[in-house]
């Protein structure tokens, strides 16, 4: 089973800069998450969709970052413009909807901003 | 959802049980108990959750206490590759159930 793509994996942008990230899912998974992780801390949520509806985005910093979910598939997240504050891992998961399901991460990308 | 506690780390000797402690002393009938680990520059992987019962699957065992306050991940033969920072998580049962993740307890395992 295929299990969930990321890209880039890694990325340097200068501040001000816009960047992108790319996330597929396991095919079937109607559940979608971003999250940011900083170095030494946990993953902390920035949005949460169900098919191509957000859910949840209370933790996403809306006058830069956004994200979307077209047809309910594919992902993308855009930071414009980057702080250096955004320099941190960001991992894509996705599962089955429902508290009983077991959510499946990739590999995250890892962004340095300078 | 309810929130977790957990110690900050803990080591355990190759080949002996890694007992890994979690309170969730505010958790609600309808909230399950997860648990995910993270080795180093890797995506969180899960490793197992329940309700009520304990729950046993390959990698590992998790036990609720009767009034699930608390529970204790066991994983029975510790390795080096088991190094990593373990995530206890009370997550409430539902379509739009968040999955929200506290500090973790790093793990070392030592030869």
């Known amino acids: 089973e295929a299990g969930v793509a990321q890209s880039p994996r890694y990325k340097i942008i200068e501040k001000r800069q816009s960047v992108a990230f790319w996330c597929n899912p396991i095919?079937?998974?109607?559940?979608l998450y971003w999250y940011q992780q900083i170095l030494g801390q946990g993953p902390k949520l920035l949005i949460q969709?169900?098919?191509?509806?957000?859910?949840?985005d209370s933790q996403l910093p809306k006058d830069r970052f956004s994200a979307e979910r077209l047809k309910g598939v594919d992902s993308t997240l855009k930071i414009q413009p980057a702080k250096l504050e955004d320099s941190a891992v960001y991992l894509c998961?996705?599962?089955?909807?429902?508290?009983?399901?077991?959510?499946?991460f990739g590999q995250g990308t890892r962004l340095t901003v300078v | 959802d309810a929130k977790t506690t957990q110690p900050p780390s803990m080591d355990c000797a190759e080949g002996r049980a890694a007992n890994l402690p979690c309170n969730h002393s505010?958790?609600?009938?309808?909230?399950?108990v997860y648990w995910y680990r993270q080795i180093h520059s890797q995506g969180p992987q899960y490793i197992i959750h329940?309700?009520?019962n304990n729950e046993t699957n390959e990698m590992a065992s998790l036990i609720i206490t009767e009034d699930r306050k608390s529970s204790t991940l066991i994983l029975p033969h510790a390795t080096l590759r088991d190094t990593a920072v373990y995530y206890c998580?009370?997550?409430?049962?539902?379509?739009?159930?968040?999955?929200?993740f506290g500090k973790g307890i790093t793990l070392s395992v030592r030869p």
């Open positions: 505010t958790i609600s009938g309808n909230e399950y």
């Open positions: 969709f169900q098919n191509n509806g957000v859910v949840d």
């Open positions: 998580i009370v997550r409430v049962a539902g379509a739009n159930s968040k999955l929200t």
């Open positions: 095919s079937g998974h109607a559940t």
């Open positions: 329940g309700l009520k």
């Open positions: 998961a996705s599962s089955f909807p429902g508290g009983s399901t077991e959510a499946f």
